[in-house]
């Protein structure tokens, strides 16, 4: 394993910062946290005191010349001076890029964090640890791009990929072999909301074998509500995209790790491949990381208020805030919140189109984590890349609802979501308010959803959602 002082390709680990003002006075503690080697060397600080998470959120450690409030963006390809200091080019390092990825290791409970240009991109240098003949096990529930980038690596890179039902140990357990060399994992799952028991799952892999990575894709919790790498994972993925950044204005992904030796594995396709986070964008994600407690207590507060209302109204609801869901012990043993992602039936894909078409403030789109609500079908829209055969087999209801609560008085959306009902066909009216018609029974049909041939009508989003199978993105 090697350490920070092994690291030659910007020559520094020799570099001594100029405390601040704070630092003058009290030099013996690590104020502002940097008595660190500087990006791409690990981050976090090693002495100092921790704080709650929703002020380590807020609290961004700077050593600017003129202490400034907010991180400068160091909008700069180039750094003068030649060899031995701390900055050269850009892809290798940038100021801005090096403040995140501390604050990130911080709140991810990671010795390093990296960031690049998108979620998807942190799955491509994930798997790049990968090698032909190695085998991945993974869920059968996934992101639709995720599917698609493991079905590039299985047709093109000899990557041996296996779906199985990641919601049983057992049944990861038995697909685990001497070949498996990574284990990749969502939880919840999306838009079926199935939970994966983590701990179990990374315990197995090790005993199975101790050289194969487990890797989690945190992107529907946050490290606000879920911190997969105390939990056993060894690399945790988010699309920064979603909630880290909070409002849909920018695309990154954010990985972490605790494994030094990993961490500059993964440095070393990021540098190489070109695909680090731009300095801009990483001011931007700074930014709205500080809001990420505030906003998440919100939409899950909201998105429980929404969960009960329609399960009290009769839909089938999943959401690990419901007590009615399957797997809501497992849930909370492994986070600290339910999100804000939930999904429901109708039992008709018309009535469902219609129930998205006639919502007003529940945005149609795709992608989630934003403050203003969304809601989609994600048969038609995010999972459209996965094949209706490979749906159907795999239980996705073509019908099914996914709403992505924001940050609205609740009243606004649960009055905007019962509107939508009713135009949409989908409950009676009773004296006492409306009551679901129930799956398989709508006002227009009445009959079971049929696998959607679909071309993804609904899609606006061009990056997920484009890629029907062999079409090229
Ligand atoms: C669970 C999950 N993982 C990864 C991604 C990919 O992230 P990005 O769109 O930032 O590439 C998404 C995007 O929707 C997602 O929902």
Redesign the pocket.
Known sequence: MSSTSDLTSHGTSDFKPQPNALGKGFAHLDFDGHDLPPSPAPSTPTSGRKYALATELVYTESNDQYNASSVPIYQSATFKGGPGQEYDYSRSGNPTRTHLERHLAKIMSANRALVVA????C?DVITRLLRPGDEVITGDDL?G??NRLLKYLSTNNGIVVHHVDTTNPETVKKALGKKTAMVLL?TPT?PLIKVVDIPAISAHTHAANPDAVVVV?N??LSPYLQNPLDLGADIVYE????YLSGHHDL???VMAINNVALGEKLYFTINASGCALSPFDSWLLLRGIKTLAVRMEKQQTNAMVIAQFLESKGFKVRYPGLKSHPQYELHWAQARGAGAVLSFETGSIQTSERIVEAARLFAIS???GCVNSLISMPCRM?HASIDAATRKERALPEDIIRLCVGIEDVNDLVDDLSQALVRAGAVRITPDGIEALGVGRTLDDGKAPEPLEGDGTMTEDS??DEPQEGRPS
Do not use: I, Q
């Open positions: 998108s979620g998807m991109a799955l992101y791009g995720t969502e999306n894709d992107t529907m699309s920064g995209t979603k695309m990154a992904g795709v992608s989630f995010s990056a997920l």
